[in-house]
């Protein structure tokens, strides 16, 4: 139901866009974010936007280099990143929750038993 694209391989300094695409099931009234899994690591937070789009949440390591938005009419969840770097390397997942138009405290935004649904990963490579 959630099906990530866009990655590839990039330069350090470089951008991508990522997006995921929503199918069988309208998520324009869910919370939906992007988590990432480097190798060897655990799957860790990237970023967050609520059902309305009007708040974003980022994890620390990349607030002002990525920006995520929703086009609710497409039913699409993008990921822009700008200035990567090697650090970013990961298989990146988008997810969303089940709820609908729901409003959490921030931790929850953060956390990754919040989402339900989850998409397949799309592999994003930044070489140095």
């Known amino acids: 139901q959630l099906q990530a694209s866009g990655g590839g391989l990039v330069q350090a300094g470089g951008s991508l866009r990522l997006s995921c695409a929503a199918s069988g099931r309208d998520f324009s009234s869910n919370v939906m974010s992007w988590f990432r899994r480097a190798t060897m690591k655990e799957r860790e937070f990237v970023a967050a936007i609520s059902w309305s789009g009007s708040m974003t949440y980022y994890a620390n390591s990349v607030k002002g280099r990525f920006t995520i938005s929703r086009d609710n009419a497409k039913n699409t969840l993008i990921l822009q990143m700008n200035n990567l770097t090697p650090e970013d390397t990961a298989v990146y997942y988008c997810?969303?929750?089940?709820?609908?138009?729901?409003?959490?405290?921030?931790?929850?935004?953060?956390?990754?038993?919040?989402?339900?649904?989850w998409g397949q990963g799309t592999l994003v490579t930044v070489s140095s």
């Open positions: 997810a969303a929750d089940r709820s609908q138009r729901r409003t959490y405290t921030e931790n929850n935004y953060y956390t990754r038993g919040t989402y339900d649904f």
